[in-house]
């Protein structure tokens, strides 16, 4: 495979709970393109996958968030699932690591229940995107623009709805992680982290 992503650096953001398949295969996705993929998390050790209700396996987490520097990655990536967003969105830190990828206009992609993140970091006005439908509520009340779609892409934000959407999801995240910075994407979340 073209490895397009050779030298990118990529955060996944994620706690317990998260969809296994919406990191292992984004995750994979990455890595045969070339990418450098690290788990950044709240907590040390190790962090568990579910499949949909029941648990599945345990990964071993890179960095903390109080060890990671946002800085030092290309682009972001944020698994869905329920309890993994819930999690992060009520976690300061994480919400700040996020913040950083908008602020600086660095790609981020997200899938399923991973917008919940987006929404509280306060980075969804404005910007069109999808989600697992049971949330698009959540991101209208954000001021996004929710649309029911495999996959979208927005000045650099790509998000999907669910694990059926991986394969689409996987090729849209990948170009915007090879196109780098969007200048579009830091001017947007420039004005809604200023209001």
């Known amino acids: ?87 992060l969105r009520s976690t300061p830190e994480a919400l700040e690591f996020v913040r950083h990828f908008f602020s600086e206009g660095k790609p981020v992609a997200a899938i399923c229940h991973g917008p919940w993140v987006l929404i509280d970091a306060g980075v969804v006005r404005g910007r069109t995107l999808t989600s697992w439908p049971a949330i698009k509520t959540d991101v209208r009340n954000a001021g996004g623009n929710w649309v029911n779609e495999e996959v979208v892409v927005d000045n650099g934000l790509v998000t999907s709805r669910k694990p059926d959407d991986i394969p689409a999801f996987n090729k849209k995240m990948i170009e915007e992680f090879c196109e780098g910075k969007h200048a579009p994407q830091r001017e947007a979340a420039t004005v809604t982290l200023e209001t």
Do not use: C
């Not at 996705?29 to 993929?37: I, R």
């Not at 040390?44 to 029941?54: L, N, R, V, Y």
């Not at 648990?55 to 960095?63: H, N, Q, R, S």
């Open 1 to 87: 495979m073209d490895k397009k992503l050779s030298g990118k650096k990529v955060a996944i953001l994620v706690a317990d709970g998260f969809e296994q398949v919406e990191m292992t295969k984004p995750r994979e996705a990455l890595e045969d393109a070339g990418a450098e993929t690290k788990i950044v998390s709240p907590k040390a050790g190790q962090i568990q996958g579910m499949h949909h209700a029941d648990k599945g396996d345990k990964f071993d987490v890179d960095l903390t968030l109080e060890d990671a520097r946002p800085e030092e990655f290309d682009a972001l990536m944020i698994p869905g699932g329920l309890m993994n967003p819930d999690q």
